[in-house]
């Protein structure tokens, strides 16, 4: 079975659990920094996948670093070691938020621009894609990118809006390449 589904079944597995529990949030709140840790800290993976290592040894450990973190995180953590499955974590936590973003009418987009944009230009794509999108709110997360040239690309699930010069430029090329056949 993929990584892929593997951490969606696990997060619709959270998602439920958190929501039998009212604790949706505070699930997500632990989960981001266990996120957070599992990416930026590789000695951690090298020390969780290590064959020598009994798994005891490796739940106590995450038990101990994770002590403040909700007990759902920390069992799921415990299974996951059980399971040789540590690395799908960063996946699951992904699948999760997109999960209770959804209950909330929340989007996550990206915008690639080619300088950072101030408050209210985010603003102002906020409110028009969630008017678009159909949901409350869109959380956005710049990226500036100065390959673009001017203008910006929002990503927002699976779909790509390409408002960016270099796209445009590209688009000429390609008809004018194309007419001269």
Known sequence: MSNSVVAKRYADALFQLGREKNSLDQLVADFLEVRQIFTNDQKLNVFLKHPKIDNEKKKQFLADVFKGADPVVINTLKL????????????????????????????????????????????????????????RSVQITNVVDPKILGGMKIRVGNTIYDGTVSNKLNRISRSIVSANK
């Open 80 to 135: 996951l070691v059980d399971r040789h499955r540590t690395s799908t974590i960063p996946s699951i936590v992904d699948h999760l938020v997109a999960l209770v973003n959804d209950t909330k009418g929340i989007a996550d987009a990206t915008v690639y621009s080619i300088r950072e944009l101030n408050t209210d230009e985010k603003e102002q794509l906020q409110t028009s894609f969630a008017k678009r999108l159909g949901k």
